[in-house]
Each structure stands twice: as C-alpha cells, then as structure tokens.
C-alpha cells in the first residue's frame, strides 16, 4: 500500500509532457524516464525528496490529517470527505473509512476540533434526488484505497461506482479538479454503440455543488448559488461552528460548458440564482454532456473578502494554467519547501517519517488574504490593505490565520524561524493585526475567529522569540503593547493570577496549567522588557514568571492546585483526570509537573537535589499508564505517565539534558521516535495539532529540541541521520552529522530495555561528546544564532 502511494512517477510527471498521460499505474511507469529527463529541477527544487512523503500518514487513528492537494501555507485544502462517524473524522477524512461524499477545499490538518470543509463538489451520475435521499443528504460513492494515491499537491481516487477517476491539485488560493469519466457508464466495455449512447443518456457525467454540506461543529447559515454563464458558477457560504463567523466565496470555471438545475433543500429550483437563507442548503448539479469524450476540469477559486476577490485570485494563480501545470507548480513548491533539509541516510521508513513530518509542519498557519491584499479581519470587517500603520510602509504584511497556539508555539514555529524566517515577519504582523482590531493577541484564530478554545497567551513567546531573533520590523512598542494586554486581561484567571501569584482552585478551572503557561509566557515578556529597557515592567513580569513556585509541593514532587486560602487541594492524585474541568488541562499533575521550561534549574532545585529529579523523571515512564476520571482521547501516546499525543510534555525527554543522566533522555527520545511515529495511516499517536507532533519529530531527528521556545536556544538530544544539510538564508549550511553509533541501536530502542546506567544499556551507543564548529560543546544548548550563522555541529558515539 504505502509502496503504491509513495510511486515517485506520481509526482514526476511533467507539465510539458503530460499531454495524453495516463495516471494508470502502468502508463505512469511508462513515463518515468522520459519525465525525468524533461524536468529541470534545480537543486533546491529536487523533485526526488518528494518520494518520501506520505500524506496518509496520520489519517488514520487520531492523527486527525487529510490527504489532499495543498501547497505549503496555502489558503486551499482540496481533500476527500467522508461521512463523519466521530472524533476521529474532523479532518473530513479517517483512513478506515471506504464511502466518499466529496471534495471540499478547506481542511484543518491534526486538529481537536472539526469545522471548515467549505464548497464540496462531488462528480457522480444517476438521478440526484434519488441518491441524495439514499444516502441520507449525501451522494455517496464507495471506493478503495487501492485505487487512491496522493503525493504533495495531488490527489487521485477512482470512484468506481460513478465510473470516473477524479484528480485534484491546488495553488495558494485555487483547488483544480480533473474528472475523467468513463465513456462507458455502466462500466461495460463490450457494449455496443446504441447500448453507450442509452447509458451515457440515462447516466450523464454529473457535479455536484454542494454549500450546505457540513460536519462536526459547522454549520451554513446563508448561501448563494448564481450561474454566471455556461461554463462559470459563483457563489458564497457563510458558517458556524468551531469559527463563529466564517464567510467564504468562490468563483469555479470549467472547461466545458454544462447544463445545470440549482436545488434548495433538495428541492429542485428554476432560475440562475438561490438565496439559501436560516441554514437551508444551497446545491447545484451542473450535466456535462461532452464528458465521455474528454475530462471536465474545474479551477476554483477561494476569498475570504469577495467573489471579486475569489476571481482575482484565481486568474492571477490558475487562469492560464493546464491541470498539469498546476500539479508541477505545486510539486516544484514542495521540493524547493521540503529541500531546505537535506538528509543523507540509508534508512528509508526514517525519511519517510521525517520528510512527512516536514510536510505536514508546513501546512499551517496559511495566508489568509487575496492576491491584492484584501483580507477578512478579526473584528468582522473586510480590509482591504494589510497594514499595521497606514503611514510607515514597512508596515504592510501578508496575513496569515490559523495559529494554534497552545500547540505550535512549543515546536513549530520555533521550526518556522530556520526554515522559512521570511515569513515570521507577516506572521507576527498577522497576530499583531489581529491585536489591533480586537485589543488582544490571538489565542486560537481559525480564519480570523478568535475559539479561545485553549488556555495560555501563546502569541506572546512566538512574538517574542521573532523579535529577540530579529526576525520582525514591526514597531516594537506595538509589541510590547500587545503583549502586555493579553497577559493582564481580566478573565481567563489571569486577573487571580495577578492577584494572588497563583489562581485559586475553586475559583478557576485549569487553575495549575493556567498558573503554569501564564508564568512561561510572562518570563517571555520579561525578556522583551528587559530588552526594550523597560525595568519595571521586566521586575514585574519576571516575579510573576515565578508563580509556579507557589505551587510545587515539595512533600509529592507534583504541581498541586492551591485553594485561596493557601491550603492544598485536598483528595489530591497525580493519575486523576477530569477533562476541562480539574485543575490541569488535557492531562493530570504527572504530565504538568514539568512545564517550567523558563527556569529548568529552579525546577531541579525544587525536587531538593538532581538526584531526586532524576529519579521523579525516570518514574514518569516508567509507572503505570492507568489513570481515573474521564479521561481525554487527548492523552495518548503513553509511555508510563508520560503523554506524547499532547504536548504538555513534549519538552520533557529534554530535561535529562540538564543533568548528568543526559542518556537517560536519548533513550527516550530514541524510544519516542520509533514507538510514537510510523510509517502507515496510523502513524501518529495524537492528533498532529496543525503540525506541533510532526515539528517535535523534526527537531528530535536532528538532534536537538527548544525546550524554552523563546529563549533562542536549542537543547541537545540525539540525532536520528548520519547527516543532515540544513539550507539558511544568504547561501549558509548548517550541517550535522554523528559518527560511532551502533546501527542497530535505534530499532533496539522500542523495547524499552532501559537498565540502571549507562553500562546496563549498551553505553557506547550514546552520545559520548559533541563539537560545534569543531570545538567541543560542553554545554547541553546552543544558540539559533550559531545555527543560522552555519557550520558544524557532530555528535560523536
């Protein structure tokens, strides 16, 4: 399965030479080596790391991601959508599944939560009302993964059913369809002439559009459908859910002209227009009676703002572009994204996990606005040019959205300043807007709504950490204002926080995690105060970056919740979980413990000697992964009662680093590496959260991870490639290697054979001293300045 789905033909084909080029398994093959020899890939676009992704991976499980045609940071999603059958279908799609309803252009990739899935189209034959009312408001159509294939920016299925083979690939703005639909309908190829023409007459190649479609938490609340001409349908759909106010437009040209009946409620309409309005749905079947003889394609184009805006962007991205060419675009901006790290290894199943792991870390956050600049803003409000201050040029940026901050601010967009640091600047002047036009920085922005779904101003460090890098122009008294209101807000617990050094248990939920995260993001600002030269906001922000003190209790080793009044929390148990309704978030005080990533030493100091530390880590993973209450699906991924498949712990592993048992982590993180990432749909063991698992898998491969992710440094690990070449701005490299390991020793690793030191373990296998620059490293960290400035960093065994 994965061999078929991974065939690097898939995504070789050329443009030029895609001219009659089949995308049957055969014909493909066929094609490899005259494509090759066409394409010219430069080296930073080498089209040959792109057989090493596989989209399916975690769309099974809980992994919650899609598999369809997207581009990186881009704004359209066309993926497949099956009927929802719970938790695990928020992405649309969960790889056990074997009945499709369509393809939508909006997907959120390793989320919690489900909502967009907007514009779905579905190519079928038969009579519509009958198969809608069969399949309960969908037409439904079975098919099997055996005959569906995906590779960055394409996606291929054959619905068998329908007698078609659909294909999709995208730009930023614009999904592009290609349905081949069989000439004979009935799938019978020894029927005669008059037998085609009756079933091609009882069975035409039909679309259709469909924007009331909706699962999970989305809803349509009004829609429009209006045919524009014979080739041209335009429209709107505007939604709630997860996103409280979510309008989307589009524009869909097709290549051949069709005839059409416009349905509200499955109700069929005369006319060129419906007004779906109070949540009825808007859908319309447009016939294509010259489809048996040649694909129909469709290009459409997306906008937040306007269907103007949905036409503009896809004549400036798509217009002029065969489907074909559209897949090589996508294809060549895969390469060139993916080509920043190049690995020199001949494990095969680890490239695959790490060049999806990259793939899928470059999904989001994603632009947000038209090619002229228009963007549908936070406060409601269409905006017509991205500007933070209307008389200073500098200030225009490119607006992104859908920052999953609890998740991202930890690893992935630590991850995002070496790998595509000429972005960072429009992100943080996209949160920065954000700020501007509702007074806080984002929490949780899906498409310009604030959920508010998670605790912590995360914003704040990802800000923080762009501007302490250099990474930002903007105004940094505009940052620091922003980040400022975020922390001294009057709800959330943050007003208790500041009132009692702690928030009180029976005043606040989540009161331990929330004193926990909101200390962390205050040392952040800390820094930029003192950075700034502004005293007495850093004495201010860095005492309460100490509150986590207040709630250690050094009598059981745990973050405790505290009572108002100073007492603990009675009936206290580390293994109990109340989802959202206990004091910790997601998890229970045995995975929280550990988040003080700002002070590691005041922490270890906390414990009473590394000694105890040590042994309170080792009992992390090693004591029984049973837990009581009720237990979030979010907690998986265990090891003992270490979580992977949230990230409340992912910087733990890192922690041995601090001590003198640093193999004790590396036979960890080795241990996480194999047990927690795969190479089939079921390869994740949580969700990826909009690619926070996928960027943990990255840094841990290369060898090192930020367990501060705003102080600017990196904690060493141990790394997975005998070489990795990381490509920096102004034709830097930063390279690294390892020499003397065992090449047995990481598949050994899943057995968890750990003894009681190093000797009991097979010690030569660890890392016995690292040189940056070919001096010795004695200190667990180095600084993102030393990486972007390249070099060498060795990890000798």
Avoid at 648 to 662: G, R
Wanted: include cysteine; glycine fraction near 8%; charge should be negative.
């Amino acid at each position: 399965m994965i061999t078929t789905r991974l065939n690097p033909s898939l995504f070789l084909c050329g443009a030029a030479l895609l001219v009659g080029c089949s995308t049957s398994p055969s014909s493909m093959d066929a094609s490899t080596s005259m494509t090759t020899k066409t394409m010219s890939y430069s080296p930073q676009t080498d089209a040959s790391v792109l057989q090493y992704v596989d989209p399916f991976i975690g769309t099974g499980g809980h992994g919650h991601t899609f598999p369809g045609a997207v581009v990186p940071f881009g704004m359209v999603q066309l993926s497949p959508d099956n009927v929802s059958k719970g938790w695990d279908w928020t992405a649309g799609y969960n790889y056990s599944d074997d009945e499709l309803v369509g393809f939508s252009h909006t997907h959120l990739s390793g989320t919690g939560v489900g909502d967009l899935l907007d514009i779905l189209v579905m190519p079928f034959r038969g009579d519509y009302s009958a198969r809608r009312k069969a399949g309960n408001g969908f037409v439904i159509s079975q098919y099997s993964h055996e005959k569906e294939s995906a590779s960055p920016g394409y996606y291929r299925v054959e619905l068998e059913g329908e007698q078609v083979a659909a294909e999709l690939t995208a730009t930023e703005r614009v999904g592009v369809h290609r349905y081949s639909f069989d000439e004979t309908a009935n799938g019978n190829e020894n029927s005669n002439e008059s037998s085609d023409q009756n079933n091609n007459k009882n069975n035409p190649a039909q679309i259709l559009i469909d924007l009331g479609y909706a699962q999970n938490y989305d809803k349509s609340v009004a829609t429009q459908l209006r045919v524009l001409d014979d080739h041209t349908v335009v429209g709107y759909r505007i939604s709630t859910g997860w996103a409280k106010h979510q309008p989307v437009y589009f524009v869909a040209e097709f290549n051949q002209s069709f005839s059409h009946q416009l349905y509200i409620d499955g109700k069929p309409v005369d006319g060129q227009i419906i007004q779906g309005e109070n949540s009825r749905i808007s859908e319309i079947v447009l016939r294509f009676d010259d489809a048996n003889t040649m694909p129909v394609e469709a290009k459409v184009g997306l906008s937040y703002v306007s269907i103007q805006g949905a036409k503009e962007n896809l004549h400036a991205e798509a217009a002029d572009l065969t489907f074909d060419q559209v897949k090589m675009q996508a294809e060549e901006k895969w390469a060139k994204q993916l080509n920043t790290f190049r690995v020199t290894d001949d494990h095969h199943d680890n490239k695959v996990k790490f060049y999806t792991a990259l793939y899928h870390s470059f999904l989001a956050p994603q632009i947000f606005n038209d090619v002229n600049g228009a963007f549908y803003g936070a406060d409601g409000s269409a905006h017509f040019n991205a500007t933070l201050d209307k008389s200073d040029e500098k200030s225009h940026y490119e607006r992104y959205s859908l920052f999953s901050l609890w998740d991202t601010f930890r690893a992935l967009h630590p991850l995002l300043t070496i790998s595509d640091s000429d972005k960072v600047n429009d992100m943080v002047k996209s949160m920065l807007g954000f700020y501007q036009e509702t007074g806080v920085l984002p929490t949780w922005d899906l498409m310009s709504n604030e959920t508010d779904v998670m605790i912590g101003y995360h914003a704040v460090p990802v800000i923080v950490d762009a501007y302490l890098k250099g990474l930002t122009d903007a105004d940094p008294e505009l940052i620091f204002a922003a980040v400022k209101a975020s922390a001294t807000q009057k709800r959330f617990g943050i007003d208790l926080y500041d009132e009692y050094g702690y928030i009180p248990s029976e005043l606040e939920v989540e009161a331990v995690s929330k004193t926990l995260e909101y200390a962390f993001d205050d040392w952040a600002i800390a820094q930029l105060a003192k950075a700034l030269g502004k005293d007495d906001e850093f004495a201010y922000f860095q005492k309460r970056a100490q509150s986590y003190q207040r709630l250690f209790d050094d009598s059981t080793g745990f973050m405790r919740g505290k009572t108002a009044d100073g007492e603990w929390v009675k009936n206290f148990s580390p293994t109990h979980v109340e989802h959202r309704k206990t004091d910790y978030t997601e998890a229970n005080a045995w995975q929280y413990t550990w988040y003080v990533p700002h002070d590691v030493e005041g922490l270890i100091n906390g414990f009473g000697s590394e000694a105890a530390f040590v042994s309170k880590l080792d009992e992390l993973f090693t004591t029984s992964s049973s837990m009581e209450g009720d237990v979030s699906p979010d907690i998986s991924g265990l090891i003992g009662q270490y979580a992977h498949g949230n990230e409340p712990c992912h910087h733990v592993p890192y922690l041995y680093s601090f001590t003198n048992e640093k193999w004790k982590g590396e036979a960890r993180i080795r241990e996480i590496r194999e047990a927690m990432y795969k190479t089939g749909p079921e390869g994740l063991s949580g969700n990826d959260d909009l690619g926070q698992m996928s960027a943990w898998y990255v840094f841990s491969a290369l060898g090192f991870y930020p367990v501060n992710p705003a102080s600017g440094d990196y904690v060493l690990g141990t790394p997975l490639f005998d070489k990795v070449e990381i490509a920096l701005p102004d034709q830097k490299t930063f390279v690294i290697t390892k020499q003397g390991e065992s090449k047995q020793m990481e598949s050994k690793q899943g057995e968890n054979k750990q003894g009681k030191n190093k000797e009991d373990n097979n010690g030569e296998n660890y890392v016995k001293s690292v040189q940056l620059n070919q001096a010795p490293l004695n200190n667990p960290q180095f600084s993102h300045k030393q990486l972007m400035n390249g070099g060498t960093l060795n990890f000798q065994f």
